[in-house]
């Protein structure tokens, strides 16, 4: 009786090599991105102790309930530190790569010049918006960093509302944009997330936290992450 040949078994084949995102941005402005969320909200150093609120958090977005979700202050600033991180970092090369891409489109183009006569490049952002804010940021400090002059505040809400299209949407302010501006953002939610976003844009137009025992010289060269003359306006709204 003839015994069977054992063959050996067939190579195994490699798994196909994870695809990972291409990094345009600067490691250092990526960085940058973790250090400011941090630094505006300092509950991210005490995670585990937000985990139960998170976990509220997200099976209330997974029931699609926005209002609930977002109902407090503190609910969205959780949700912000959980999630507007990794979002954030991954906008900003998105555009990056968008931009590099498409250099000869005629928005990159008035992007990186900063606007057409004396009018800044207008972006419209749908959902939260404090991610999207601050990968614009890093857009702008990667394409401004040469730039010279003082940033400009986001305004409070004051219940104004557009005509006509939009005639559901409570803007923050309508004041006549700023000549100065490079970029003009507006937020677009149907939560108000004013708060957030100043904090956040705050946080990016002033001089950063130093140590207490920082010496003259760090204190003097100490400026906002903001490059100087990229100002910026920022309008947050409400969808109702």
Not at 79 to 102: G, M
Request: a neutral charge; glycine letters at 4%.
């Amino acid at each position: 009786m003839k015994k069977s040949v054992k063959r050996p078994p067939p190579p195994a084949t490699p798994a196909p090599a994870a695809k990972v995102q291409q990094q345009i941005i600067p490691d250092s402005l990526q960085q940058l991105i973790l250090e400011i969320f941090r630094e505006t909200f300092p509950q991210m150093d005490d995670f585990e102790a937000l985990k139960p609120a998170l976990r509220e958090i997200k099976d209330t977005l997974d029931r699609r309930d926005f209002q609930r979700a977002f109902a407090t202050e503190e609910h969205k600033e959780r949700y912000t530190i959980r999630w507007s991180p990794s979002y954030a970092l991954a906008y900003s090369n998105i555009l990056a790569w968008i931009a590099k891409e498409y250099s000869d489109n005629e928005w990159v183009k008035r992007f990186d010049a900063g606007g057409v006569e004396n009018h800044p490049s207008s972006v419209f952002c749908f959902g939260r918006g404090t991610a999207e804010l601050v990968a614009l940021i890093t857009m702008l400090k990667n394409s401004h960093v040469n730039a010279s002059g003082q940033p400009t505040q986001p305004q409070p809400a004051n219940g104004h509302e557009i005509d006509g299209a939009l005639g559901n949407l409570a803007i923050s302010d309508q004041r006549p944009i700023s000549e100065k501006a490079l970029l003009s953002v507006c937020l677009v939610d149907t939560t108000d997330w004013t708060e957030v976003v100043f904090k956040m844009h705050q946080s990016y137009t002033t001089p950063r936290p130093l140590s207490k025992y920082a010496s003259a010289k760090a204190r003097l060269s100490n400026t906002s992450p903001l490059p100087p003359g990229s100002e910026l306006e920022v309008y947050a709204a409400r969808y109702t």
